[in-house]
């Protein structure tokens, strides 16, 4: 049996961590580093985001967890993301992801993933 995408990525640990490198970056990123930038006003506000991220990832890749959060259309109305910061948000991903250790067919899984939500995410 093929072990699902959450156990490839480490399970909520693996998630964990790549969700902490992910926000990382993305407060690196100066494509997209503006719309993160409120966030580390509240502390709260970005160990929530985390969290609401880590159970979205751990429900979407065969984990245990239950997203309890909004949609991706509802989470991202109203922000008008560009295809340039969609694909500023991809590549950290992806380096994320490298970054983590996680292999190429991992790698692979996640941009899939993350391209078939591009439209509940860009111009919303």
């Known amino acids: 049996m093929t072990p699902s995408l959450y156990d490839r990525l ?3 640990s693996g ?4 969700v902490d490198k992910l926000v990382e970056l993305h407060l690196a990123n100066p494509v997209v580093k503006q719309r993160f930038l409120p966030y580390l006003e509240s502390p709260e ?4 985001i985390k969290r609401h991220s880590c159970a979205f990832l751990a429900m979407g890749t065969g984990g245990p967890a239950e997203y309890a959060g909004r949609s991706m259309p509802d989470t991202h109305r109203g922000m008008n993301i560009s295809d340039a910061e969609y694909m500023a948000v991809i ?4 380096a994320a ?3 983590c250790g996680l292999g190429d067919d991992v790698q692979k899984d996640l941009l899939s993933i993350a391209w078939s939500l ?7």
């Open 97 to 99: 992801a490298r970054a």
């Open 91 to 94: 590549d950290d991903i992806l």
């Open 45 to 48: 506000r970005v160990a929530e």
């Open 118 to 124: 591009k439209g509940d995410i860009v111009r919303q």
């Open 10 to 12: 480490g399970a909520s």
């Open 15 to 18: 998630i964990a961590k790549l």
